[in-house]
Nanobody
Framework: VQLQASGGGLVQPGGYLRLSCAAS????????MGWFRQAPGKERAFVAAIRHSDRNTFYSNSVKGRFSLSRDNTKNTMFLQMNSLKPEDTAVYYC????????????????????WGQGTLVTVSS
């Protein structure tokens, strides 16, 4: 599985962006997928995930209510709609995938993912 993240850019505080993660390879609908982000000097942190078996979504507390995760299995693509962006959302965003269904907490750990995209930079600044 190869993942290609896109959609990053520069946006003002309060603005929005939509990130995409396109997957190549077979059986996209059997992949649980997630987004992580890494700000300069910080560790990679969980943002959101979607479980393939029931499409349940999980969010970090810092983005809950502002970000929304979805997937289109016909296009082999996952989307992260990011609204009400804040300067602290500035980071490189990585998409990840694993061919398993976990309990919710397991999606928070980057070690539980097998496939990673290259990252897309999101900068929130006036």
């Amino acid at each position: 599985v190869q993942l290609q993240a896109s959609g990053g850019g520069l946006v003002q505080p309060g603005g929005y962006l939509r990130l995409s993660c396109a997957a190549s390879g077979s059986a996209f609908n059997t992949l649980s997928m997630g987004w992580f982000r890494q700000a300069p000097g910080k560790e990679r942190a969980f943002v959101a995930a979607i479980r393939h078996s029931d499409r349940n979504t999980f969010y970090s507390n810092s983005v809950k209510g502002r970000f929304s995760l979805s997937r289109d299995n016909t296009k082999n693509t996952m989307f992260l709609q990011m609204n009400s962006l804040k300067p602290e959302d500035t980071a490189v965003y990585y998409c990840a995938a694993v061919r398993r269904s976990y309990n919710s907490g397991s999606y928070f750990d980057p070690k539980n993912y097998d496939y990673w995209g290259q990252g897309t930079l999101v900068t929130v600044s006036s």
